[in-house]
Structures are given as structure tokens and as C-alpha cells.
């Protein structure tokens, strides 16, 4: 006796959207940019997608929420694809993206400061040429204390 084959459960984009979290045209976006891969089409062009849709989708949004490029996705799941080769590239795009976070976390910290620095310097109730915070932002040739 011949065992039937199972049905993969297939949605269209509405449903993987609502599943995933990820926007309707985000997920044309990665279908346009050969992240996801085009996913079949029933007799009315609705796509349709399955089980192997949703597992890459929670695979790109996860790296997209740690803030991966779009390349360096596009080279992970390579990597996920190709499962027998050596995990160096991976780690190389993660050390190399924890890096460029915490070169914006120093930057963001600097920010912090002179933004506190600045904030300070105004008590406010002045008019805004006299005042300390716009002076500090602006040309200082911009605001003439002279009547004209």
C-alpha cells in the first residue's frame, strides 16, 4: 500500500505576515532581494507559502533585529544552507557587526554627554538668540544682539 503524502501547510502572505511579525511588503522586499525564495502560486497567482517560508522568515527577522545587513544575511543563510562547511564566515560577520555596535553605543554614549552638557546650560525663559542651547548648535554670526 502506498503511504499518501502529507500536505504541507501552505498561507498566503496575509497569514505569514500575522505568523511572522514581518509586514506584508517587507516580505516582497526579501523575495525581491533573493532572501526568501519565491514560494509557489495557487491557480488565481496568490502566493503560497510553507513551513520552509516561515522558518527563513523567523531566520531573517531575528538577524534583522540584531541588526545584521542585508548582505551579511544573504551570507548566513548560505552558510545555514550549506551546513557541511566551516563556520568561520559566520563568526567573522558577527564579531565584525559586534563591533560596529559597539562603535555606535560610544558614539550614542558621547552624544549622551555633550547633550547633557548642553541641556544644562539653559535654564530657558530667555529669548532664543540668548539662548546657551541654540548658540552652542548654530552659527554664533546668526544671532546679532544689535537692533537693526
Do not use: W
Request: charged content about 30%; hydrophobic content about 40%.
Amino acid at each position: 500500500m502506498l503511504a499518501a503524502k502529507k500536505l504541507e501547510r501552505v498561507v498566503p502572505i496575509g497569514a505569514l505576515s500575522d505568523e511572522t511579525g514581518v509586514k506584508v511588503e517587507t516580505i516582497r522586499y526579501y523575495e525581491q532581494v533573493g532572501l526568501l525564495p519565491p514560494p509557489e502560486r495557487s491557480e488565481g497567482n496568490q502566493r503560497r507559502y510553507g513551513r520552509r517560508h516561515v522558518e527563513r522568515l523567523a531566520f531573517i527577522k531575528h538577524a534583522r533585529d540584531l541588526g545584521f545587513p542585508v548582505e551579511g544575511i544573504r551570507t548566513l543563510l548560505h552558510l545555514s544552507d550549506t551546513p557541511e562547511i566551516a563556520c568561520d564566515e559566520a563568526h567573522a560577520i558577527a564579531a565584525g557587526h559586534l563591533d560596529d555596535v559597539r562603535r555606535k553605543i560610544a558614539r550614542l554614549r558621547s552624544l549622551e554627554t555633550e547633550l547633557a552638557r548642553i541641556a544644562t546650560t539653559c535654564a530657558g525663559g530667555v529669548k532664543a538668540c540668548d539662548c546657551a542651547i541654540i548658540e552652542a548648535l548654530a552659527d554664533h554670526g546668526l544671532c546679532s544682539h544689535e537692533a537693526h
